[in-house]
C-alpha cells in the first residue's frame, strides 16, 4: 500500500544552518504531495505541495521538489531560525480515489541560538 | 487560509464522564476526519467521513464515536472517558486536494 518514509528525529541545528529533511514514498502513479508544519500546542498547518513531478514547492523559506525518479520530496531551507522550531511531517494523497491522505511520522526539528 | 474550528482547546476531566469534542469547517468540504496524536508524534486516523450522514472507522481503533448531521459539524463523543484517552484530538477536512487542520483539542483524563 501507499507509505511515506521520513528521516528520524529529533534534528538539532543551530541558528542559520541548512536544513534537510528526508521524505521518500511508496505509491502509484503520480500521488500529491505536502508537507506540514505543527508549532508546539496547535495542529498541522500546510507549509508547501507539489501535485506533479519536477514541481518545486515552496513557502516562507522552506523548498522540496517533487522527484519521481527517486520518490522523494525532500524538504529544505537555506537557514533556519530559533522560531522553525517544530515538527514536520511529509504526507501523501493518492491519485487512484483514495479518500485519506498518508502522513509520515514526523520529525521535530530543534533550532538553537 | 483555513477555516476549520475545535472547541474546547483544553479539557481535563475526571473518569466516566461524557465528552463531545466540536469540529466545524466553513469550506464547504465534504471530506472530515478525526486523529489522535501524542502530542509532536505519529498521526492516528480513528475517524472519517465522506458527507452528510456517512462515517467510517479509521486505522485506529477507538471507543470514540462520531456523528456527520451537516457538513459543516462533525462532533466527536466520548460515552465514557479513561486515562488511556488522555491525548490530544485533531479535526481535519479536504476539498479536491490539500487537508487543513484545525488546533486541536488536547483532553487529560485523571
Known amino acids: 500500500g501507499d507509505s511515506v518514509t521520513q528521516m528520524e528525529g529529533p534534528v538539532t541545528l543551530s541558528e542559520e544552518a541548512f536544513l534537510t529533511i528526508n521524505c521518500t514514498y511508496t505509491?502509484?502513479?503520480?500521488?500529491?504531495l505536502f508537507w506540514y508544519v505543527q508549532y508546539p500546542g496547535e495542529g498541522l498547518q500546510l507549509l508547501l505541495k507539489?501535485?506533479?513531478?519536477?514541481d518545486k514547492g515552496s513557502n516562507k523559506g522552506f523548498e522540496a521538489t517533487y522527484r519521481k525518479e527517486t520518490t522523494s520530496f525532500h524538504l529544505e531551507k537555506g537557514s533556519v531560525q530559533v522560531s522553525d522550531s517544530a515538527v514536520y511531517f511529509c504526507?501523501?494523497?493518492?491519485?487512484?480515489?483514495?479518500?485519506?491522505?498518508?502522513f509520515g511520522a514526523g520529525t521535530r526539528l530543534f533550532v538553537k541560538a | 487560509e483555513a477555516d476549520i474550528y475545535q472547541t474546547p482547546r483544553y479539557l481535563v476531566i475526571g473518569t466516566g464522564k461524557k465528552i463531545t469534542l466540536e469540529c466545524s469547517q466553513t469550506?464547504?468540504?465534504?471530506?472530515m476526519y478525526w486523529y489522535q496524536q501524542d502530542p509532536g508524534m505519529e498521526l492516528h486516523l480513528i475517524h472519517y467521513?465522506?458527507?452528510?450522514?456517512?462515517?467510517e472507522k479509521g486505522d485506529l481503533s477507538s471507543e470514540s464515536t462520531v456523528s456527520r448531521i451537516r457538513t459543516e459539524h462533525f462532533p466527536l463523543t466520548l460515552e465514557s472517558a479513561r486515562p488511556s484517552h488522555t491525548s490530544q484530538y485533531l479535526c481535519?477536512?479536504?476539498?479536491?486536494?490539500?487537508?487543513?487542520f484545525g488546533p486541536g483539542t488536547r483532553l487529560l483524563v485523571l
Open positions: 507539489a501535485t506533479k513531478a519536477d
Open positions: 505509491a502509484t502513479g503520480y500521488p500529491s
Open positions: 467521513s465522506y458527507g452528510v450522514n456517512s462515517t
Open positions: 469550506m464547504g468540504h465534504d471530506k
Open positions: 504526507a501523501l494523497r493518492p491519485n487512484t480515489g483514495g479518500f485519506k491522505t498518508i
Open positions: 481535519a477536512s479536504r476539498g479536491s486536494e490539500t487537508q487543513y
